[in-house]
């Protein structure tokens, strides 16, 4: 495919110079399971480290601003790096993007200096844990609860139905703040950290490949976890959703800060 149809000098230019860095960067001969099954830790590691060099470059997100690990580049150089990066045969970067716009718009600064900046820079992976079993993509319906004690938040609950074929540093989770308010009012969605005592992950074979599983037992996350108000969860859930429904992914603009 030529893709420096009607692009100036500059942009070529441009283009030649990430092809060049890809090819001396991009890993040779990974391991990828055609059934979309969870990556093999040797594996695991080589994507990663791919990814930080990425990051590195801010190319993961160049159309991010740099402050917060993107590239602050044009939108024609972001295709540029697109373009070239979508000719590799790589599995995906193993990142679930979505909730990076949601925090940017609900999170304080602090959050997004802790969650997003290392994330576009490649340095961790964040999974979407918002489904259950009993409740399936009706949020309102959720079980898994994150109940106030003292300074810190308890959660108990299963997630299901997730695909990370990367093992998780963060889990995006979905859970009832306050189980005495109304269905609506009543979630709220913190950014869990995968490693804390009391997280369990277990691999479910499918026909078709796999799916993860989440089981959170009295799961102590500190308070300046929750991202938004603790009622905000739906709101910001809702807005999450409408993008997946539309098959475009969230992107951050400035206006969205």
Request: hydrophobic share 35%; glycine share 10%; with cysteine.
């Amino acid at each position: 495919m030529d893709f420096d149809e009607g692009q100036s000098e500059e942009q070529r230019a441009f283009r030649w110079a990430v092809r060049a860095w890809l090819e001396q960067n991009t890993p040779a001969q990974v391991a990828v399971p055609a059934d979309g099954s969870p990556l093999d830790q040797d594996t695991q590691v080589t994507i990663k480290e791919f990814r930080r060099k990425l990051g590195a470059q801010g190319w993961l997100a160049p159309n991010y601003p740099r402050e917060y690990g993107g590239g602050g580049l044009s939108p024609a150089a972001a295709a540029i790096i697109q373009q070239e990066l979508s000719q590799l045969r790589l599995p995906t970067m193993g990142d679930n993007y979505r909730w990076i716009p949601a925090v940017m718009s609900w999170g304080t600064e602090e959050q997004k200096q802790r969650y997003v900046l290392p994330c576009l820079r490649g340095e961790t992976i964040t999974w979407q844990a918002f489904n259950e079993t009993s409740s399936g993509s009706d949020f309102a319906s959720v079980s898994t609860q994150a109940i106030w004690d003292g300074d810190d938040y308890v959660i108990n609950g299963e997630k299901n139905f997730i695909t990370g074929r990367f093992d998780p540093d963060y889990l995006w989770t979905l859970a009832v703040t306050d189980p005495d308010l109304p269905r609506h009012e009543n979630l709220g969605l913190l950014m869990v950290d995968a490693t804390l005592p009391g997280i369990s992950i277990k691999t479910l074979r499918l026909l078709a490949g796999s799916e993860r599983k989440l089981l959170l037992e009295n799961v102590r996350v500190p308070g300046d976890c929750l991202v938004g108000h603790p009622g905000q969860g739906w709101e910001i859930a809702q807005g999450i959703l409408e993008s997946e429904r539309s098959g475009l992914p969230a992107r951050y603009t400035q206006e969205d800060s």
